[in-house]
């Protein structure tokens, strides 16, 4: 009979890899740092603070280190007794307008009891509650909008805040945002009026290298695994196959991660570069099949059309023949299909997925062009397109053909 039993002979704290584990020292971002203390300089000298406006690819540590500057800052500040500061920390992915933004804000500040519904008032009605709740708390407010990316373009609030106190809406308290974006075509996308005060002060965080990763997933592994059970090599490579995908250090962390567990799971007693060989393919797998899973049925269509170019062994695909095919599977699968221009947004969302590259081709008189092929393993596109469209036959077919062209 199989019970429950502890295991820890890999593990010294798995908590540490995990993304909620806020680290005690920050590595590798001197430069990113004493450029983010400046931003902040203002808030100790008693002045209204800066707007600052932070962006980089997800896992470069931009949360990370606002966290860890939060809490310098909050205790350096409390040394002054003329300071009166308050940091509040909203991660706006799961809103999508200012309004929402707004609303939730209101009630991060109301007393338990006296939040206010998330419908049904105007939006001028909510931001005015904003002001008020903002100017009853007084003193310095700091203001973090942690993936502001995700309201789009209903970007209202970020021109109305910081204009507030020059308008009278704000008396007493002094308001400074903090942006954080993962998206770079936000800042670009944003009212030029609201880039003007919202990205007051500009940070940028690069991605990491290979040797950056290797330093920061040393201190981690260091208070995450047991001595003894992994040596550099699994470090170097966890830190040198994130700096070659996205330079991210979650997906790192998340590597040596999996990882450990998949020592754990065989009861090895060390970790080995095969283990993360392994982690490596499932978390591939993962990220292409939640991708695929999130796309809307032409979306599928059209990575369809892409994956039956491939298995041909005939990608790079110019976009117009892409088109065709895709024209083809949809007569077959009995869809009504899309113009060619909302075909070519498809394919442009795959990019941005990763789930496809693409290359611009320059041919003179008929201007560019892009060519499309597959960014994952076909077998991976595969085996989620088989989840979502009901097309045995077909899929059977494809990986015939991509058998005898030995594509994989
Ligand atoms: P972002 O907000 O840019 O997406 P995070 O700040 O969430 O990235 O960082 C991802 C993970 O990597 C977190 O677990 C964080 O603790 C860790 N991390 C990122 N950068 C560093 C760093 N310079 N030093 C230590 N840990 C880091
Ligand atoms: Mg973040």
Redesign the pocket.
Known sequence: MRRFERKRAIFANKDAL??S???D?????DEEIEAYMDALQPVIDGWEPNNIFLY????????????YLMSLLQEDADDYEDIDLSVINLNCKPLSSSYQVAVELVNELRPDGAEISTTGYPQQTVFNKLYEELDKLGGTILLIF?EIDSIGERDELLYELPRARSKGDLTEAKVGIIG?S?DFKFRDQLDPRVQDTLCERELQ?PP?NAQ?LNN?LS??ADIALRDGTYDDAVIRLCAALAAKDRG???Q??DLLLLAAEQAENADDETVTESHVEEARHVLERERVEEGIRQLTQHGHLTLLAVVSIAAEGDTPERSRAIYNRYLDICDGYGVDSLAQRSVHNHLSDLRMLGILTARENRSGSRGNFYSYELDVPLESALTALEDELDMQERFSDLRTVANLNGIR
């Open positions: 995990r993304e584990y806020q680290p020292r920050i590595e590798e971002r980089g690819n997800t896992g470069v540590g931009k949360t990370a280190v606002t966290e942690d954080i993962n965080f990491y950056e920061i201190s981690r991210s250090a979650r790192a962390l």
